[in-house]
C-alpha cells in the first residue's frame, strides 16, 4: 500500500464528505497555499471552491459571504488577520458566531503564518475547540509544489521522512494527545489516527493497531461515518501488511458498507481498490479485476482524476501477473498520460516504476533500465525515499539478470541503506532477501544464508506472514539444493507451504514443488519421520 504526504493525506481525507470542517493550517510560505489549493481543485474537481479574504472585510461582510456561497470549500489565506490590533470587536463577534456557521455544509480552510499559529487557540477558543484538524506545512529555499503536487509520498511536514523524524513527530504527537481536552473527541479522533498511520509507516504494525482502533472508537462515538470509513480502511491495511488478508477483508468489507451508505464515492472507490489488492495477493486475478473495474467507474465518474490514475496502474498489475503485457502497457500509458496531466509526480514515478517491469519481464533491460532511471530521478527530485529505495531495488534486479552482480549489489546496499533510514522494516526485510539471492548465484551459500535470517527476523517481527513465507522457502531451498541437507530443509519448506496455503498464496506451489522433490529421492517414509519430528518439537 502505498500513501500520500502525510499532511496533505489528512487534510484530502477530511474534505471528502460535504460536511462542516474547520481546518487551520500554519504555513512558512505563502506559495504553500497555491500549492495546496492546486492539489485540491485537482482531487475534487466537482466540488465549488471559494477563497475569501478578511483583510479589510467588517464582520457581515464576512458572513453573507459564507451564507450566499453555503457549501463548499473555503480557502482563508489571511486568517491571522483575525488577530492584528483594532480587530478585537471582529475576532470576538467571529467566536461567539461558531454554532451558526458549524451548521452550514462548508469546509473552513484556515491559513496562518507562523507568528499568529499561537492566536487561534487564544483568541477564537470556541472556533479552537471546534476543529477538525490543525496541520502545519513547512517549506524550505526549494520550490516544494512537486512535494505537495505528489500522491502516495511518506512525507510528512510535521516530521520528515526518516526514522528518527518520524519518531520525533510521533513523540510530539504523543504529547499533545496527552495534553489534549479529553472532551475534544475530534482532535483525539485525528491525534490517534495520525500516530497510528506513522507506526503504519514504520512497519510497528503492534503499535499502530491501538491508536487506530482508539481513533475507530472515537468516530462511532461522534458519529464521524466518513472517519469510521477511513478508519477501517486503514486497520485494514494493518491485517494487509501481515499477510491476514481474512482479517483485512473484514474490515474493509466494514469500510465500504459505510462509504456506500453515506454516498461518500471517493471513499468507495479506495475501499473497492484496496479489496482488488487482497484477492490479487491470494491469486485471485479475476475476482481483483472486478473490485478495480467498479472502483475505476466510480472515479470517472466523480472526476477523481489522481485515483483514476492509480486504479489503472493496479488493473496493469494484473495483467502482468497475467503474463499480458501488450494489456498492461496500455493501461500504464494511460495512468501515466493522467499523472502527466495532473501533475502527480509521486504518481508519475510509480508508473514509470511499473512500466519498466513489463520490459524487465520481456528480457528487454535496456528499455527497463531507461523507466527506472527516470522514476529515480522524479523520486529524488520530489524526496521519495521509499519510492526511491524500490526503484535502486528494481534497478539492481535488471543487473542481475544480466548477471552483473556486483553492480546489483551495489544498488541494494543503497536500497537498504534507505530503507533502514527512514524505518521501512518490510522494505528492508525485502531487501535483504534480494541479496541474499545475489550471494546465492555468486555460489556463496552462507553469506546468503546470513541475509535470509536476517530478513527472516525481520518479517517475523513486523508479523508479514508473506514474507516469512518467502524467505523460508528460499532458506530450504538452500539447504536442499545446495547442502543436500533434507533434515533441515523439510521443516523450512514445510512452515513455507503451511503460510502459503493459510494466506491463501499462489505460491505456495513452489514450496509444495520443493517438497514432492524431496519426498521422491528420501521416500514417504522417511519425510514423514521429519514431519513428525518437527510436530513432536517443544514450542519455544
Not at 75 to 95: K, M, Q, V, Y
Not at 292 to 315: H, P, V
Request: glycine letters at 8%; one cysteine or more.
Amino acid at each position: 500500500m502505498e500513501t500520500p504526504s502525510r499532511e496533505l493525506r489528512l487534510l484530502t481525507n477530511a474534505l471528502r464528505q460535504p460536511i462542516f470542517r474547520f481546518i487551520v493550517i500554519g504555513h512558512n510560505r505563502k506559495h504553500i497555499i497555491d500549492d495546496i489549493a492546486d492539489h485540491l481543485k485537482a482531487t475534487y474537481p466537482n466540488r465549488p471552491f471559494l477563497t475569501l479574504r478578511l483583510n479589510g472585510k467588517a464582520y457581515r461582510d464576512i458572513i453573507d459571504t459564507l451564507n450566499t456561497f453555503r457549501e463548499g470549500i473555503v480557502l482563508i489565506p489571511d486568517f491571522d488577520w483575525l488577530f492584528r490590533p483594532g480587530n478585537e470587536d471582529l475576532c470576538t463577534a467571529f467566536n461567539q458566531r461558531r454554532d451558526a456557521l458549524a451548521r452550514l455544509p462548508l469546509a473552513l480552510l484556515c491559513f496562518v503564518e507562523p507568528s499568529g499559529y499561537t492566536n487561534v487557540p487564544k483568541r477564537i477558543p470556541d472556533w479552537w475547540s471546534l476543529r477538525s484538524l490543525a496541520l502545519e506545512f513547512h517549506s524550505d529555499e526549494t520550490d516544494l509544489t512537486e512535494t505537495f503536487l505528489e500522491t502516495d509520498t511518506d512525507v510528512s511536514s510535521l516530521g520528515g521522512q526518516t526514522k528518527a523524524e518520524k519518531e520525533a513527530e510521533i513523540e510530539r504527537l504523543q504529547k499533545q494527545l496527552r495534553l489534549a481536552d479529553i472532551d475534544n473527541r475530534v482532535l483525539l479522533l485525528y491525534l490517534n489516527q495520525q500516530i497510528g498511520n506513522l507506526y503504519y509507516q514504520l512497519s510497528q504494525f503492534s503499535e499502530a493497531l491501538p491508536y487506530l482502533e482508539q481513533s475507530l472508537k472515537l468516530a462511532r462515538q461522534i458519529g464521524d461515518r466518513a472517519g469510521e470509513g477511513t478508519t477501517l480502511n486503514n486497520i485494514s491495511q494493518i491485517y494487509d501488511a501481515k499477510g491476514d488478508y481474512e482479517t483485512a477483508l473484514h474490515y474493509l468489507e466494514q469500510s465500504l458498507s459505510i462509504r456506500q451508505q453515506i454516498g461518500d464515492r471517493a471513499g468507495e472507490g479506495t475501499t473497492l481498490n484496496n479489496i482488488s489488492q487482497i484477492y490479487d495477493a491470494k491469486g485471485d486475478y479475476e475476482t481483483a479485476l472486478h473490485y478495480l473495474e467498479q472502483s475505476l467507474s466510480i472515479q470517472q465518474q466523480i472526476g477523481d482524476r489522481a485515483g483514476e490514475g492509480a486504479t489503472l496502474n493496479n488493473i496493469s498489475q494484473i495483467y502482468t501477473v497475467k503474463g499480458d503485457y501488450e494489456t498492461a502497457l496500455h493501461y500504464l500509458e494511460q495512468s501515466l498520460s493522467i499523472q502527466q496531466q495532473i501533475g502527480d509526480r509521486k504518481g508519475e514515478g510509480t508508473t514509470l516504476n511499473n512500466i519498466s517491469q513489463i520490459y524487465d519481464a520481456k528480457g528487454d533491460y535496456e528499455t527497463a533500465l531507461h523507466y527506472l532511471e527516470q522514476s529515480l530521478s522524479i523520486r529524488q527530485q520530489i524526496g521519495d525515499r521509499a519510492g526511491e529505495g524500490t526503484t535502486l531495488n528494481n534497478i539492481s534486479q535488471i543487473y542481475d539478470a544480466k548477471g552483473d552482480y556486483e553492480t546489483a549489489l551495489h544498488y541494494l546496499e543503497q536500497s537498504l541503506s534507505i530503507q533502514q533510514q527512514i524505518g521501512d522494516r518490510a522494505g528492508e526485510g525485502a531487501t535483504l532477501n534480494n541479496i541474499s539471492q545475489i550471494y546465492d548465484a555468486k555460489g556463496d551459500y552462507e553469506t546468503a544464508l546470513h541475509y535470509l535470517e536476517q530478513s527472516l527476523s525481520i518479517q517475523q517481527q513486523i508479523g508479514d506472514r508473506k514474507g516469512e513465507a518467502t524467505v523460508l522457502h528460499n532458506l530450504g531451498a538452500i539447504y536442499y539444493e545446495q547442502f543436500a541437507d533434507v533434515q533441515k530443509a523439510v521443516p523450512l519448506l514445510e512452515k513455507s507451504r503451511s503460510l502459503f496455503t493459510q494466506i491463501g498464496s499462489p505460491s505456495v506451489k513452489n514450496s509444495v514443488g520443493y517438497l514432492s522433490a524431496i519426498i521422491e529421492q528420501i521416500g514417504e517414509e522417511r519425510f514423514n519421520q521429519i514431519v513428525q519430528s518437527i510436530d513432536n518439537k517443544p514450542q519455544s
